[in-house]
Nanobody, 123 residues
């Protein structure tokens, strides 16, 4: 089971950290991805991390601004978002692709989803 948290209302240029807490099963061989969906838009890949190897992947528009990382002490996968822009406004979801070998950007390959957390960036 995954649970996302940390969303909120911020201004352009602000930072925010989203957390994805995993419980109930072992996700050690999974890829954890962060996705987002704005009203009227399709769900899109934001960032992903392969927990076994630690490698990461980002969509181009967030490279250099967002960082995905694992917090072993808290057992969470965090998305650190800096220099937020109005176009980052969306509901953000974390999801797991179990026993994945690559970090897929296709949301349909992820089988376990947390509830969304809303991020609103005002201009």
């Amino acid at each position: 089971q995954l649970q996302a948290s940390g969303g909120g209302l911020v201004q352009t240029g602000d930072s925010l950290r989203l957390s994805c807490a995993a419980s109930g099963r072992t996700f050690s061989r999974s890829v954890i991805g962060w996705f987002r969906q704005a009203p009227g838009n399709e769900r899109e890949f934001v960032a992903g991390i392969m927990l076994s190897a630690g490698n990461t992947r980002y969509r181009d528009s967030v490279k250099g601004r967002f960082t995905i990382s694992r917090d072993n002490a808290m057992n969470t996968i965090d998305l650190h978002m800096n220099d937020l822009k109005p176009e980052d406004t969306a509901v953000y979801y974390c999801a797991a692709d179990l026993a994945a070998r690559i970090i897929s950007t296709n949301w349909k390959t992820y089988t376990s989803w947390g509830q969304g957390t809303l991020v609103t960036v005002s201009s």
